[in-house]
């Protein structure tokens, strides 16, 4: 069965620093997706950005940016330039890619505290 | 932007009563979902249902649980006898034909 670990269970960042996510997975498949979600404390899930397994090239969108490597398995997210918007819960997910309807499986989540 | 939409966002209801969660998924998805977040904890996976019928289940889905899609766009979940246990965000998403699933605001269940 897949699972995904994130070992830190609470961060701090300086506002305007840069801050690096920890997130490992492991799945015997070779087509897979993977996700970091932001849940504010409104506890909405949003989605923050998503990587292809297939795609070598890193994911990026505006600030954040993934280190995918798959032969190790990890997926870190980087935040740069830290706001205080993005204080939150960061969850990391899988999903296989072998069907459309496959399930995401969450990590536990590292709660992102953005220091003024 | 379409979005899901969830209702109600908050409910609140005794032990051993029955509730119905009630999503509206995006309008062409085909996919459809139900996660439970107990407060504190990671989001877990109860349901998927594709053409009308329970794709995969977990092992938190048990008998108590069922799911319909009754008229075409709303998207249930029906907990017949709540426990305590029950307590939590349960989440609501759909996808489409790529890989993403979009996510509902959340209801959140207590069970007194």
């Known amino acids: 069965a897949q699972t995904v670990t994130q070992s830190q269970p609470e961060m701090s960042v300086q506002e305007a620093e840069t801050v690096t996510l920890s997130c490992t997975y492991d799945t015997s498949e070779s087509d897979y997706y993977l996700f970091w979600y932001k849940q504010p404390p409104s506890r909405q899930m949003i989605l923050v950005i998503r990587?292809?397994?297939?795609?070598?090239q890193n994911a990026t969108e505006n600030r954040f940016s993934v280190n995918f490597q798959k032969a190790a398995k990890s997926f870190s997210l980087k935040i740069s330039d830290s706001q205080l918007g993005d204080a939150a819960m960061y969850f990391c997910?899988?999903?296989?890619?072998?069907?459309?309807?496959?399930?995401?499986?969450f990590g536990k989540g590292t709660r992102l505290h953005i220091l003024p | 932007e379409p979005e899901v939409t969830q209702t109600p966002s908050h409910q609140v209801t005794q032990m051993g009563q029955e509730v119905i969660l009630r999503c509206v998924p995006i309008?062409?998805?085909?996919?459809f979902y139900w996660y439970r977040q107990i407060l504190g904890q990671k989001v877990e996976f109860l349901v998927s249902?594709?053409?009308?019928?329970?794709?995969?289940k977990s092992e938190i889905f048990d008998d108590q649980f069922s799911v319909e899609r009754p008229d075409g766009s709303n998207f249930t979940l029906k907990i017949r006898s709540t426990k305590l246990e029950d307590s939590a965000m349960y989440f609501c998403?759909?996808?489409?034909?790529?890989?993403?699933?979009?996510f509902g605001p959340g209801t959140r269940l207590t069970v007194l």
């Open positions: 309008s062409n998805h085909l996919y």
């Open positions: 997910a899988y999903r296989s890619g072998l069907n459309r309807d496959d399930k995401i499986i």
């Open positions: 249902f594709y053409n009308n019928e329970i794709s995969e």
């Open positions: 990587q292809e397994a297939y795609k070598q």
């Open positions: 998403a759909s996808s489409g034909r790529g890989s993403e699933q979009f």
